[in-house]
């Protein structure tokens, strides 16, 4: 599977990614963590209206190899969340950045985005030189 990373989304250390949408940001996976998860069984996302901390668990994937907490790249508050991938998590390896993703969040420091590595660190980080 050939992993894609869109120039337009930001990436966490721990492989979360960040892609703005007007004043909201889309919370979601990347695509390499999914291709290491493998097949995804179970999601679990906190209720609209909770407040992210930056660093802190905002929920878990559960895949036939693991269980990984979900965390925040970003601090703020919950605007909705993906319940067509709480209802069939397939949904994050079919498209990880487009249907697949997990959060709608309002940032509570924007520049928090700007902390985050870009397309071409995360690529290099993940795939190597």
């Not at 979601?28 to 097949?39: C, K």
């Not at 997990?102 to 290099?124: F, G, I, K, N, Q």
């Amino acid at each position: 599977m050939a992993l894609s990373f869109p120039a337009d989304c930001r990436y966490a250390d721990s492989h979360e990614t960040v892609c703005r949408e007007g004043e909201l940001v889309r919370l979601g996976l990347s695509a390499f963590a999914i291709d290491q998860l493998g097949d995804i069984v179970f999601v679990e996302l906190p209720e609209v209206g909770t407040r992210l901390q930056r660093g802190g668990s905002f929920g878990s994937v559960e895949s036939v190899k693991a269980v990984e907490d979900l965390l925040a790249p970003i601090g703020g508050v919950v605007e909705a969340r993906n319940e067509a991938v709480l209802a069939d998590p397939e949904e994050l390896q079919n498209d990880p950045y487009g249907e697949g993703w997990l959060l709608l969040v309002r940032p509570s420091d924007p520049a928090e985005l700007e902390a985050l590595m870009d397309a071409d660190t995360y690529a290099a980080k993940v795939q190597g030189p």
